[in-house]
């Protein structure tokens, strides 16, 4: 999905921000940016946009080596 593909701005913002985090290996801050990112997405009735988050989130928990957490 590219930022195209988002609903609106904020949820672009969200989640280029969290890549940005991510990359930088603050995944405590990428966390909350996918959070904000998913409630972005039920608010906006986004189903596409809450499924690539929570793709993120596994994501990230497998790469932290909690595969379990999310």
Do not use: K, W
């Not at 988002?6 to 989640?15: F, L, R, V």
């Not at 280029?16 to 801050?29: C, F, I, K, N, Q």
């Not at 909350?32 to 596409?48: E, F, K, M, P, V």
């Amino acid at each position: 999905m590219n930022s195209a593909d988002h609903s609106t701005p904020s949820e672009s913002t969200q989640a280029a921000r969290h890549l940005m985090a991510y990359d930088d290996g603050e995944h405590g801050l990428a966390q909350r940016y996918l959070i904000q990112a998913l409630r972005l997405a039920q608010a906006s009735n986004s189903t596409a946009l809450g499924a690539y988050v929570l793709a993120g989130m596994s994501d990230q928990a497998n790469l932290l080596g909690h595969p379990a957490r999310h």
